[in-house]
């Protein structure tokens, strides 16, 4: 029927929606750079931990970056490609609902601003105005929860996940490059603490949370990842 109309990009008219979309897209770069962060410098800590030369050390540091990165892709991609294809199907089967049965569709969308607190007459009222309106994009938010469309793009969220991934693990490469092996555990350490902490303070900023617990919470878990990887490296360095 007049159904048709539901567009991404009406849903993302709203201000507030437009600029936590913004900082989701931020946040999801400065997450996938923590982790880029955290793997590696607790990878490469461990294996020399473990008493590892050189060059094995530098061999883990930039596997690590591979596989963290083509791991990241890999579940950003069928992660947001399965939820695009969970909202298509729910659209469509709600599509094919307002076409067989608008009637019963009014009343299911009245039923839920009942629920939501207005009574049954303006429910009624609010349910028949919105779907005149547009009944697809009604449903969509009202009942399925769907606000914005666009958001699902399998390819780009697997690349922006690999890339920003691979720039928070280019730090420990770089340093386990060009610092001498005899260093390379306290200058690791230092180093990660210290950009976790400045990445914490700028998710926290960026998201408008306590700086000072941002960067608290994200340095602490840096530590614990790499305390963990060096406890393990020093028992199995000393076990072989
Ligand atoms: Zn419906």
Do not use: C, K
């Amino acid at each position: 029927m007049h159904a048709s109309s539901f567009t991404p990009a009406r849903y993302s008219r709203h201000r507030e929606l437009h600029r936590s979309d913004r900082i989701g897209w931020l946040r999801a770069s400065v997450l996938g750079a923590n982790d880029g962060l955290i793997s590696t410098a607790s990878l490469v800590v461990g294996v020399a931990a473990a008493g590892a030369a050189p060059q094995s050390i530098i061999v883990s540091a930039v596997a690590g970056l591979l596989a963290g990165a083509m791991s990241m892709a890999a579940g950003e991609y069928v992660s947001v490609s399965s939820q695009s294809d969970t909202e298509r199907a729910d659209l469509e089967r709600e599509r094919g609902e307002l076409a067989t049965d608008e009637h019963g569709e009014r009343a299911e969308l009245a039923g839920i601003y009942v629920a939501r607190g207005l009574d049954s007459e303006l429910a009624a009222r609010v349910a028949e105005q919105l779907m005149a309106h547009d009944a697809l994009g009604a449903h969509a938010r009202d009942e399925l929860g769907i606000h914005d469309l666009t958001a699902a793009r399998p390819l780009q969220a697997a690349l922006a996940s690999a890339a920003s991934f691979a720039v928070g693990a280019a730090l420990p490469v770089l340093t386990v490059a060009l610092v001498p092996r005899a260093q390379l555990v306290p200058v690791m350490v230092g180093t990660t603490l210290v950009l976790l902490a400045g990445l914490g303070a700028l998710a926290a900023r960026v998201g408008g949370a306590s700086v000072l617990v941002g960067s608290g919470r994200v340095t602490f878990w840096g530590a614990v990842a790499m305390a963990v990887t060096a406890a393990a490296g020093m028992l199995f360095g000393a076990a072989g």
